[in-house]
């Protein structure tokens, strides 16, 4: 039983280990992915800067294209591009929608695996591997909570609904995408506030700062 007990503890540090090595080396991917682009990225780097031998890393990734398609499907898993889960208020019609584009935004600054995934499906073309059609979700969840909004009388009446998504959500795309080519995303919190401020005069929002007075520093984290 006692030699049963001490196997058992073993082989759960080893796990352990083995996803905590396995997690290393993945943000370390991102990081190098997301600097360097996917040509730039090589295995051999990843270990270099991760501090372990090309072998372990092989070991968890057999090749470079399994470290890029891991961090863009991760990315969608827990950031989902909808980034209104698990705001600890319940939120919907505009201020879903002001929180929504804010989120988005910091993730696109700060979280490096986001970042990282950002590139490379910008790069998709030299990837051998297939991803997922991005901003899909997020268009049809900004187009929901619009429809919300019009519910509630905070926008006017008689617009197309998808299609303004639509437009928030590529108008929001440029913005980063100018930001990041400037000046690495740092000026991005400002830009979606004066983008924000646009775009709710365009919709004709009704009381526009009550929806632009909270915080940008109290969206939801990811």
């Given amino acids: 039983m006692i030699v049963s007990t001490v196997r058992s503890s073993s082989t759960s540090t080893s796990t352990a280990r083995s ?4 997690e290393r080396i993945l943000s370390i991917a991102a990081e190098e ?4 682009g996917y040509a730039g990225t090589s295995i051999g780097g990843i270990a270099q800067r991760a501090g372990v031998g090309k072998g372990l890393v092989q070991y968890h990734f057999k090749a470079k294209v399994d470290l890029a398609v891991e961090i863009v499907e991760g990315a969608y ?4 591009f909808a980034n209104i889960i698990g705001s600890p208020v319940p939120l919907r019609g505009m201020a879903a929608v002001v929180t929504s584009i804010r989120t988005v935004g910091m993730a696109f600054r700060d979280n490096v695996r986001v970042r990282a995934a950002v590139r490379l499906l910008r790069e998709y073309d030299v990837i051998p591997a297939t ?3 991005p901003y899909v979700s997020w268009v049809a969840v900004i187009a929901q909570c619009l429809n919300e909004a019009a ?3 905070e926008i006017p009446p008689g617009r197309n609904l998808a299609t303004e998504a ?3 959500v590529a108008g929001f ?3 980063q995408e100018v930001s990041q080519r400037l000046t690495g995303r740092e000026d991005l919190p400002e830009r979606i506030e004066e983008m924000l401020e646009r775009e709710l005069s365009l ?8 929806f632009l007075a909270a915080s940008p520093g109290n969206a939801v984290q990811l």
Avoid at 19 to 22: D, I, K, L, V
Avoid at 33 to 36: D, N, V, Y
Avoid at 77 to 80: K, M, R
Avoid at 203 to 210: D, Y
């Fill in 131 to 133: 991803f997922p059609t």
């Fill in 77 to 80: 898993a827990h950031v989902s």
């Fill in 151 to 153: 519910d509630d009388g």
């Fill in 203 to 210: 919709l004709g929002v009704f009381e526009q700062s009550r």
């Fill in 173 to 175: 795309y440029g913005v």
């Fill in 19 to 22: 996803a905590e090595t396995r």
């Fill in 33 to 36: 992915f997301a600097e360097k």
């Fill in 166 to 168: 639509w437009h928030l």
